[in-house]
């Protein structure tokens, strides 16, 4: 059964390697840095060092785990980009080699295409054409999905990243990075209802999440300088509240879309598709909206080989191959590999 493909995933903070074998996922290893916890983000140099340290073991274990020779292999694929240039370099480099080394076929996978395509890995699988909302550390974005290999950015963030304002919300709470998943955690338990943030409305499909996060900061300044004690009183209130405007944000332009276009079949992706204030809010949504809404499983939301190896697959199988000279791209675009 052919293809046999080798992914590896290295754009920001987790190394990652998964086989697929003939369109079917059958390992997806990530190693997680805890190193930036105590930063309020990730630090880039950081980051590249423990890729470093992570790939040979990761990718190792990936094929001892599958039971995958490495002769087995038809292809090799890298995340090209977006992401960070070192954290980049540290797959890219790994994954030429290999290649080389084995004389198979590179592909180069773009990191927002893959995120989308992790749709792919398990059923149930959405139709073409459907659109889906990508909601990550570094991009926000509506995605008119044609085909596999066929996207359209309908609507996207003109400055921060949603996943951005939840980690920096967090940052500004005293909470370690990466923060959404703690808002996430505090939220359940509170009032979202008790604190209001002013939410700002852009032209057309596209997002701007700088607005609410300087909002954030100066609310919490203001209320630590009448009681010192306020976020420690009010965490689960606050996480609650400050979520339920973000995912009110998202959702706002989400049906907007989907009411210009006529598509019913939504689909989310990314890190902040963990969230599960969005992902109960979208199922709430398709009974008003009439949409077929589709949520991947928690391991495939956020950084991970598995959805990079389902990108390749097709790649593979429309013969989209790239050279060894092919370079990482920090800034690549969702259409330009
Ligand atoms: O897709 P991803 O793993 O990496 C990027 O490509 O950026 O997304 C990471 C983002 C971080 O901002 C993280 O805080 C956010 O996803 N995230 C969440 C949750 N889990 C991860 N945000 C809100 N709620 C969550 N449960
Ligand atoms: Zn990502």
């Known amino acids: 059964m052919r293809p046999v493909i080798l992914a590896i995933e290295s754009s920001c903070d987790e190394t990652s390697a998964a086989l697929i074998k003939d369109g079917k996922i059958l390992n997806n290893i990530i190693a997680t840095q805890s190193?930036?916890?105590?930063y309020g983000g990730v630090v880039p140099e950081l980051a590249s060092r423990a890729h470093q340290q992570n790939i040979v073991p990761v990718v190792e274990n990936a094929l001892r785990e599958?039971?995958?020779g490495k002769e087995e292999l038809d292809a090799v694929a890298f995340t090209q980009g977006p992401g960070l240039l070192g954290a980049l370099l540290v797959g890219s480099s790994f994954a030429k080699s290999l290649a080389q080394g084995l004389g198979v076929p590179l592909i180069a996978v773009n990191h927002m295409?893959?995120?989308?395509l992790a749709h792919f890995i398990e059923e149930p699988r959405p139709a073409f054409p459907f659109l889906c909302l990508t909601v990550s550390g570094g991009h926000t974005q509506i995605v008119l999905v044609?085909?596999?290999?066929d996207m359209e950015i309908l609507g996207e963030t003109q400055d921060d990243a949603v996943g951005e304002a939840f980690d920096k919300t967090a940052k500004i709470l005293g909470l370690p990075y990466p923060g959404g998943p703690l808002i996430d955690k505090y939220a359940k338990q509170g009032n979202h209802l008790r604190f209001e943030f002013p939410k700002t409305e852009m032209q057309g499909l596209n997002y701007s999440f700088s607005g609410i996060k300087t909002a954030f900061l100066y609310f919490i300044r203001d209320m630590t300088k009448k009681d010192p004690d306020f976020v420690q009183n009010n965490l689960s209130d606050?996480?609650?509240s400050m979520q339920y405007t973000l995912i009110n944000m998202l959702l706002q332009k989400l049906k907007k879309a989907s009411r210009q276009t006529g598509i019913r079949q939504i689909a989310i992706a990314g890190g902040v598709s963990a969230n599960s204030g969005l992902r109960e809010e979208l199922q709430k949504q398709?009974?008003?909206?009439?949409w077929e809404v589709f949520i991947p499983r928690?391991?495939?939301c956020t950084d991970n080989a598995a959805m990079v190896?389902?990108?390749a697959h097709y790649k593979y199988l429309a013969g989209e191959f790239c050279d060894l000279g092919v370079s990482p791209q920090p800034a690549l675009k969702l259409m330009d590999n």
């Open 113 to 116: 295409q893959a995120h989308i």
């Open 286 to 290: 398709s009974k008003k909206m009439n």
């Open 66 to 68: 599958a039971k995958v």
């Open 238 to 240: 606050i996480c609650a």
């Open 309 to 311: 190896a389902m990108n």
């Open 146 to 149: 044609r085909d596999f290999l």
């Open 35 to 38: 190193v930036h916890e105590n």
């Open 298 to 300: 928690f391991e495939y």
